[in-house]
């Protein structure tokens, strides 16, 4: 079993700042990606960025230009840095990963901005 915990979540105003983290945990043999989706009230959840094997990245349109994902390997850590935050940013952000080819969750933290 892998475990995500996340953290770093909170209340911000608009065009604000924040930084999430989410470490892995466990059964790790080889993690091929990892990122972070979020899901907005009433709302599928949704990609907003993902550091795939080999180093490549993707990001949601929506977020391109302000948030920025980074990944340590050898620690099996992810961040995101959220900058030039909107309210409709707002949503609960849970960390993913993929080991082996099965694919892990974190508990999600909420992210709220306030316009």
């Known amino acids: 079993q892998v475990q995500l915990v996340e953290s770093g979540g909170g209340l911000v105003q608009a065009g604000g700042s924040l930084r999430l983290s989410c470490a892995a945990s466990g059964s790790i043999f080889s993690v091929n990606a990892m990122g972070w989706y979020r899901q907005a009230p009433g709302k599928q959840r949704e990609l907003v960025a993902l550091?795939?094997?080999?180093?490549?990245?993707n990001y949601a349109d929506s977020v391109k230009g302000r948030f920025t994902i980074s990944r340590d390997n050898a620690k099996n850590t992810v961040d995101l840095q959220m900058n030039s935050l909107k309210p409709e940013d707002t949503a609960v952000y849970f960390c993913?990963?993929?080991?082996?080819?099965?694919?892990?969750w974190g508990q999600g933290t909420q992210v709220t901005v306030s316009s």
């Open positions: 993913y990963a993929q080991v082996l080819f099965t694919n892990y």
């Open positions: 550091s795939a094997g080999g180093g490549s990245t």
